[in-house]
């Protein structure tokens, strides 16, 4: 007999994700790992029980004190892993719509005082508690939406010091959100000011200045870059993956997002964790993902929030055999707390099936973030997961932004709509 | 002194829409009426104070056992009335996703077996409890987005009993979840397989069988007419509106939504009270809008889920002197419940002000479905309302589907968020 903490029943269909090869490369519908009619256990904060419903009684014994939930015909999914997320930062940039609104690109607002240093500025003014609050209610919005791990860019402050310091942070944000964070040092988000015309300069200063340290204290998992005209160079930025590999860090390329500049080829020779956005990539540089192993990460609401007509070529990427995760790129240029939505734009405008979206969504965003015990419902795994109110699992890319009826992080709802009078 | 039996303070933000013009043109930012730092009031389900939070102590006082709420620094907005909906269906179209993601178009899809008449033999199969049912949970999903008050159209029985029977749900419908709900009849959605290449002889019989009844037991509020290639003709469809004007019935228009086929020339030359879509109108079609003061409704979620590039023509059609309203278009073909996903779509790609979408998503959106009452946040107004965790009402459209933290209708709490262990 099983012993449990926490049993749930009435869920019409539990999506584990379970028992395949992860990275995974092209699910197709039928094959997505799915239990009819299923029941869940959790102890401890694990799972220990995932399978059908019935029976379950003479299998899972619940402990005194534990709890029964009742999913009423609703689905399990795992719980959503955001692979890619600017989430720390201060202030908003609601300022700019007028601008948008008028067609202007990127580079047109940055002259007229928006963009990345507008954002720079709030954040350097802010005080800790101002990040840490601001910060935490973008993590607990994300967290009701169903996600339970997230990673974390730096990237605001573009001082070798504050970068540091803001990815000292990230694991006070993990301790009061309840969410499984992993920080990502993107000191080079953009040049900073201090340093306009002269990125290298700056890029040495971090590799000085910030490497060591971040290294001696494990304060992030991964270095990026914003390989991009304007930002930083591929020679630059790949100087700053090799001073990352050299003392033990894992990569990751901002690439390819507005002109094809050589970030994809940069993420497969330096062989990256990641390669994130990839919309003005080719298929000569698809194939050199593909070959080189590296996990493209696909920010379907990010094409969404500009004018642009430009989509996440995510259906190319899965064809020609790359490994497709899933983000919000939640930052104050398009500030989205919401998985299920990147989600269903991948279904929709990227043309993945509900199956392909979810398995990017979650075990594959693990893989994309080295958090390879999250993104499945498996037993022995943390008994991280969501119930939507769906009767399977293709419906939460089928529907537009469908939202959880609770979330659960260690077998603990951290999140639930209830009727309140 | 004001009694109240609810009382809401700690408002960061109230974004009341009074005093103006219904239906409005054009709101700018810095017009939308706000009230920085607000408390409301709200007793018998109708607003009773709306103004700053200081001073209300000596103002409105809280009757015993009344409710005080505390908005934690939110914003308080209207409620959102969605003015287009095909809510009212039976099963879902889960299975034409792999077709899409092959990019068929809809008529390619609708030869395969999928489309309108798929979700046809589907209602038409369902009982009467099992419409309810699925339909009552769809609506309950749009509450607890912000929605209070809908449009509900028929259209997926097409037969004419079967259409006149599918209105009898809806007053059903509003009972079991609390909205306002506006009944429109939309018997001429499609041809039904009865009468394939026979629409006029179809639309005869819903003129003589349908609109007495609906006429005289007060059934629906509007016709509408789905006028396009393949479905019906200008000619048909202005048949069809002048027999529902002469039965005191108004009228709507599905107008040059895949093709410029006359739609909003028909909705302007009749009179009707919106022209809905209008992906392919023209300039001269706009002024002709704007001419007859037509309301347009537009549908942003519904290019969103479409493989075209095609947007709203919002910003258009607001430049011309159209007054916008925003409806989800929720339906088996893009099963969107949420009105502020509709809001950020009509900012992000419709080139709307958060101001000009919010007030299309409220008092616009109540004319376009004549609901005078609704839409705005006033004295003597009924307390349809939601609180969002937001700083200002920009921000609802600024950042992408942001959900509400909780949703009054007449004063009472129709969905919140809080933990539940």
Chains 1, 2 share one sequence.
């Not at 299923?38 to 619940?62: D, I, M, Q, T």
């Not at 609601?94 to 002259?111: N, V």
């Not at 963009?115 to 003014?125: C, D, K, P, Q, Y």
């Not at 983000?327 to 104050?332: I, K, N």
Request: hydrophobic letters at 45%.
């Amino acid at each position: 007999m099983i012993l449990a903490d926490l049993l749930i029943t009435g869920v019409a269909e539990a999506a584990t994700l379970a028992h395949g090869p992860v990275p995974r490369i092209g699910i197709a519908a039928g094959e997505l790992s799915r239990i009819p009619d299923a029941a869940v256990a959790v102890e401890g904060g694990r799972f220990v029980y995932v399978g059908p419903e019935r029976g379950v009684s003479r299998k899972v014994r619940l402990r005194p004190g534990g709890r029964r939930f009742d999913a009423a015909g609703g689905t399990i999914v795992p719980g959503f892993v955001d692979a890619h997320t600017h989430v720390l930062f201060a202030g908003d940039r609601a300022f700019e719509l007028p601008w948008k609104a008028q067609g202007m690109d990127y580079s047109e607002i940055a002259r007229r005082g928006g963009g990345i240093l507008s954002t720079v500025r709030a954040t350097r003014r802010a005080t800790r508690e101002q990040l840490l609050r601001e910060t935490g209610q973008r993590l607990a919005a994300m967290a009701r939406a169903g996600t339970t791990a997230a990673e974390v860019k730096t990237g605001y402050s573009l001082t070798p010091g504050g970068e540091v310091e803001l990815l000292r942070l990230v694991p006070v944000l993990a301790q009061r959100t309840g969410l499984r964070l992993v920080p990502t040092f993107l000191g080079a988000h953009a040049v900073p000011p201090e340093y306009r015309g002269r990125p290298d300069a700056y890029v040495d200063r971090l590799i000085r200045k910030s490497l060591p340290i971040i290294a001696q204290e494990r304060l992030a998992k991964f270095v990026d870059v914003f390989c991009e005209p304007g930002f930083f160079s591929v020679r630059t930025s790949e100087r700053l993956l090799r001073a990352a590999h050299s003392v033990g860090l894992g990569t990751k390329v901002h690439a390819d997002e507005f002109v094809r500049s050589g970030g994809a080829r940069l993420a497969a020779r330096r062989g990256a964790r990641s390669a994130d956005h990839l919309l003005a990539a080719n298929v000569d540089d698809v194939r050199a993902l593909a070959h080189a192993g590296v996990t493209a990460v696909v920010l379907p609401a990010t094409a969404f929030g500009s004018t642009s007509a430009r989509r996440s070529p995510a259906r190319e990427l899965l064809d020609a055999g790359v490994a497709v995760a899933l983000g919000t790129d939640c930052s104050p240029n398009s500030w989205v707390e919401s998985m299920p939505l990147a989600v269903s734009l991948a279904v929709h405008g990227g043309r993945l099936s509900p199956a392909e979206a979810l398995t990017a969504a979650t075990v594959n965003a693990a893989h994309a973030i080295s958090l390879e015990e999250a993104g499945t419902v498996e037993v022995g795994r943390p008994a991280d997961f969501s119930v939507f109110p769906v009767p399977t699992a293709d419906h939460v890319g089928y529907r537009y932004d469908v939202r959880p009826s609770v979330v659960f992080r260690q077998g603990n709802a951290i999140s639930s709509r209830t009727l309140r009078q």
